[in-house]
């Protein structure tokens, strides 16, 4: 069975998605951010960079980074179809995913969030929210081009592009709310209300 360590409402809530609609066995462990145990020796111990998300495999070994554990995912259960057949379908959704994690979540939402990681200067925190605000704010205009009026990101399937736009969408609309493009807006309801995502944001304590 994987354990996913992750903590309510981080980005690790995009991978638990991912598991739970695959249905594969898997344990939930909590980590909480906000009470600092991400920084317990227990935890560092299984990721020296301190992060979620986290997925222990049933060997014991773990993967880190949130593109690196839903591509593994994807390619070690084909049967789920977390990729599209074809090399442009793949690329485009890997497109999705990285922009979704690299662009969206670490420069405009670390922003937002953590604005000392960027300025020690505690009055220029606004300012470096704002810019994450507009960050984002120009990552959903791209997505919102990319995904159209489809059911999911990429296609008429779940891929692991959606798992990432999941918890982007979920901080946007739910955590900050900030306004989206409406299509992602729709989208995003779609996605929140499917069984899974009601089950893992029930777990999260996030329902
Ligand atoms: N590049 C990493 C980013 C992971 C990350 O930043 N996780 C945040 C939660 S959203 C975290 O664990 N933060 C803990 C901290 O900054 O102390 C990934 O893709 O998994």
Known sequence: MYTLYYSPAACSVGIHFLLQEMGVPYRASRVSIKDGEQLSPAFVSKNPKAKVPVLERED???????????????????????????????????????????????????????PAKFTPREEDH???????????????????????EGPFAYGDRLTIADAALFFVLFWACERVKLEVPQNCADYFARLRALPSTQHVLQVEGLA
């Open 60 to 114: 014991g070994t773990v993967i880190t980074e949130f593109p690196a554990i839903a591509y593994w995912l994807s390619r070690t259960h084909p049967d789920h179809h977390l990729l599209p057949e074809t090399i442009k379908g793949q690329t485009r959704v890997i497109e999705m995913l990285e922009f979704s994690v690299s662009t969206i979540h670490m420069q405009g939402f670390s922003r937002i969030f953590r």
């Open 126 to 148: 606004p300012v470096v929210q704002q810019t994450g605000r507009d960050i984002v704010q120009k990552g959903f205009e791209r997505i919102s081009a990319s995904i159209g």
